[in-house]
């Protein structure tokens, strides 16, 4: 079992900037490649971004490249999502997720075996 819990959401400007973390509890954190994904109000949960289990490899949505960046510290077990030039349309509640394949990276919800419970990031205009 692998324990997900998100922090660093808030309320933040249009142009403004968040980091978002994610901390694991449980079973070796390594194992595991990491996603984030984020829900808007009335839409369906969407991938943003995800990092294979060692750091180098990373992917993310067409919508968030160039602006957000994945990263992970696996000797204290986190993940992170650096989120800049912020968008009115960034506004969702942002999940991480553990993928118990540590080198692949998947941006299907189905492929992730562990959720955290979601922070909540809102960017005005």
């Known amino acids: 079992q692998v324990q997900l819990v998100e922090s660093g959401g808030g309320l933040v400007q249009a142009g403004g900037y968040l980091r978002l973390s994610c901390t694991a509890s449980?079973?070796?954190?390594?194992?595991?490649?990491m996603g984030w994904f984020r829900q808007a109000p009335g839409k369906e949960r969407e991938f943003v971004a995800a990092i294979s289990w060692s750091g180098p490899r990373t992917y993310y949505a067409d919508s968030v490249k160039g602006r957000f960046t994945i990263s992970r510290d696996n000797a204290k077990k986190t993940v992170y999502l650096q989120m800049n030039s912020l968008k009115p349309e960034d506004t969702a509640v942002y999940y991480c997720a553990a993928d118990y394949r540590p080198a692949v990276l998947s941006r299907l919800q189905v492929e992730y075996d562990y959720w955290g419970q979601g922070t909540q990031v809102t960017v005005s205009s």
């Open positions: 449980g079973r070796t954190f390594s194992m595991y490649a």
